[in-house]
C-alpha cells in the first residue's frame, strides 16, 4: 500500500480508502461489510470514511463497531454534515448548531473521541462562511476533529472559506472530496489548479463511476441482477452504450498490461498528485482485494495518451 500527503498538511493516507456511501448500515449484508472493512485494514487501507447521512447513521454505527477493534492511531476517520438528518429546520445545513450536534451524535455513532476530517458535506448558501468554519475550528480546538474537509466545492468557494480562515485565523481547509473518474473530470480545469496552489488535497469518490468502470455492465439492455444501476433509476440514467464502448475500449488496453480495466481506471486518477486517495466502495471482500492492486500502478505516457484518446 502507498501513502501520500493530504493537502499541505502533514497526515499521511492510504491512496486506496474506503467509504461507506450506498454499501454499509443497509444496502451491503452485515458480515459482509464487516469483512470488507477488516480485508481494507489488513491490506494496508488506513483511510475510512462515512457520514452522519448515510443510512441516517447506520453505517457509522456499523463502522466504528469495526474498527474498534483496530488501534485509534492507525487508521485515519472522516465524516461529514450538511444534508438533513431530520424534519426540523435546523436539521441540515452547515449552522453552528447543525454542525456541532451533529459532530456529537456521529463521535457517538461511531464510538470515537475524534475525526480525523471533519467535511461540510456541500456548500451552504444559507449559511455565513464564517459561522460553520469558526463552528469547525472550535470542534478542532476541543480535539473533537482535527482537520478541515469540504466536499463539492468549488474552487471559488474554497477561496472564500481559505480567506476566511487566514483573516479569523481559523483551520484552513486541507482536503476537498469532489466525484471524478474517467467520465466525470470538471476537477482538472479549475479545482486541481486551485488546490495545488493553496495546499488543498483531494480525495474522490465515485472513482470506478459506480462500477461502470469495472467492466460489469455490457449493455443498457441487460443489466447484471442486484447491480446498484438495475436497483437505482438515477444511476441506471449514467449507463449508456457510448460509455460501456469505451469501457470495452479500455478493458484491451488493461489486458495488454495484465490488470483489470478497473486497476487501470484506479491507476489513472491516481496519475494526478494532487489526489491523495481514491474513495472506494466494497460490497465484498474480493473487490477491496481487486481495488488495492491500483496502489502503486504508474501508467506511461503513452498509455495515457491511448486512454486520452478513448476518452475524448
Keep these: ?9 502533514g497526515l499521511k493516507v492510504s491512496d486506496i480508502s474506503l467509504g461507506s456511501w450506498l454499501t454499509y448500515g443497509g444496502y451491503v449484508e452485515r458480515e459482509n461489510a464487516v469483512k470488507a472493512i477488516q480485508t481494507a485494514y489488513g491490506l494496508g487501507i488506513n483511510f475510512f470514511d462515512t457520514a452522519n447521512v448515510y443510512e441516517k447513521g447506520a453505517a ?9 477493534a483496530f488501534p ?38 461511531l464510538g470515537v ?37 469540504v466536499s463539492e466545492w468549488t474552487a471559488a468557494q474554497m477561496a472564500e472559506g481559505l480567506a476566511a480562515a487566514d483573516r479569523y485565523l481559523l483551520d484552513r481547509i486541507v482536503v476537498n472530496q469532489p466525484v471524478y473518474n474517467m467520465f466525470e473530470r470538471y476537477i482538472e480545469k479549475e479545482v486541481i489548479p486551485f488546490s495545488e496552489r493553496n495546499g488543498i488535497g483531494q480525495v474522490v469518490f465515485s472513482p470506478l ?37 469505451k469501457v470495452h475500449a479500455l478493458s484491451q488496453i488493461a489486458e495488454e498490461l495484465d490488470i483489470s480495466v478497473g486497476t487501470l481506471a484506479l491507476a489513472w486518477i491516481l496519475r494526478q498528485p494532487n489526489v491523495a486517495s481514491a474513495l472506494v466502495g466494497a460490497s465484498r471482500p474480493e473487490q477491496v482485494i481487486e481495488n488495492v492492486k491500483a496502489s502503486g500502478v504508474v501508467l506511461e505516457q503513452a498509455v495515457l495518451d491511448r486512454i486520452e484518446l478513448i476518452l475524448a
Excluded at 457509522?60 to 474498534?68: F, N, V
Excluded at 441482477?225 to 449514467?238: I, P
Design 113 to 149: 473521541d475524534y475525526v480525523d476530517i471533519f467535511y461540510c458535506h456541500r456548500h451552504d448558501p444559507e449559511t455565513p462562511l464564517y459561522e460553520t468554519l469558526r463552528a469547525i475550528d472550535d470542534l478542532v480546538r476541543q480535539g473533537k476533529a482535527l482537520y478541515v474537509g
Design 1 to 9: 500500500m502507498n501513502f501520500r500527503r493530504l493537502g499541505g498538511s
Design 209 to 245: 463511476a459506480q462500477g461502470l468502470l469495472t467492466g460489469k455492465y455490457k449493455s443498457v439492455d441487460n443489466l447484471p441482477e442486484g447491480s446498484r444501476a438495475a436497483k437505482l433509476d438515477w444511476m441506471r440514467k449514467g449507463v449508456t452504450e457510448e460509455k460501456i464502448a
Design 72 to 109: 485509534r492511531e492507525s487508521y485515519v476517520l472522516a465524516t461529514k454534515a450538511f444534508w438533513p438528518m431530520g424534519e426540523g429546520p435546523n436539521d441540515r445545513g452547515l449552522s453552528r448548531k447543525h454542525v456541532i450536534e451533529q459532530c456529537n451524535a456521529s463521535l457517538k455513532r
Design 60 to 68: 457509522e454505527i456499523l463502522l466504528g463497531e469495526t474498527i474498534k
